[in-house]
């Protein structure tokens, strides 16, 4: 049973995140070899104020 977990900062719509996870579960399901049933997507959305990248602060 793939599990996929994605995070990223909020601000999708659930529109793209469904788009998103589509996409994600084809490319499991191409490489290994497993059902789409058994693949699970987990997207964490997170607050811009609690990110720093680069040693900058992003919030």
Do not use: C, F, S
């Amino acid at each position: 049973m793939p599990i996929v977990h994605v995070e990223m900062i909020e601000g999708r719509t659930k529109e793209q995140k469904e788009a998103l996870v589509k996409d994600i579960v084809k490319a499991v399901e191409t490489h290994t070899n497993a059902k789409k049933e058994a693949v699970t997507v987990i997207i964490n959305d997170i607050k811009k104020e609690n990110i720093a990248t680069k040693g900058e602060y992003l919030g």
